[in-house]
């Protein structure tokens, strides 16, 4: 499976970025799908997912209310609609799949996209 991102770039504090991750090479159909990201000189953290029917979601508490996810499964696309950015909200953004029932845990994931970058100006 591999993981593409897109849609990241330079967003004003308040303003809205909508990432996208499609998955190629395999359905991700049966598979959790989630977004972690890694701020400079901080690790990795995990940012929000979704289990394989899109009927369960998980959000960290410094996204919830301000974030969504939502996935395509016909299109193997996942999203994360980024809302009220701050700029503690710049990071590099990773989609990640898994088949663990763990799904807000690194190590619930099977497959990892390379990263896109979101930098919020204050």
């Known amino acids: 499976v591999r993981l593409t991102e897109s849609g990241g770039g330079l967003a004003q504090a308040g303003g809205s970025l909508r990432l996208s991750c499609v998955a190629s090479?395999?359905?991700?159909?049966?598979?959790?799908l989630a977004w972690f990201r890694q701020a400079p000189g901080k690790e990795r953290e995990f940012v929000a997912s979704?289990?394989?029917?899109?009927?369960?979601?998980y959000f960290a508490d410094s996204v919830r209310g301000r974030f969504a996810i939502s996935r395509d499964t016909g299109k193997n696309t996942l999203y994360l609609q980024m809302n009220t950015l701050k700029a503690e909200d710049t990071a590099v953004y990773y989609c990640?799949?898994?088949?663990?029932?763990?799904?807000?845990?690194?190590?619930?994931?099977?497959?990892w996209g390379k990263g896109i970058r979101v930098t919020v100006s204050s």
């Open positions: 979704t289990d394989w029917s899109g009927g369960s979601k």
């Open positions: 990640a799949a898994g088949r663990s029932p763990v799904v807000t845990l690194e190590y619930g994931m099977d497959y």
């Open positions: 090479g395999h359905t991700v159909a049966s598979y959790a």
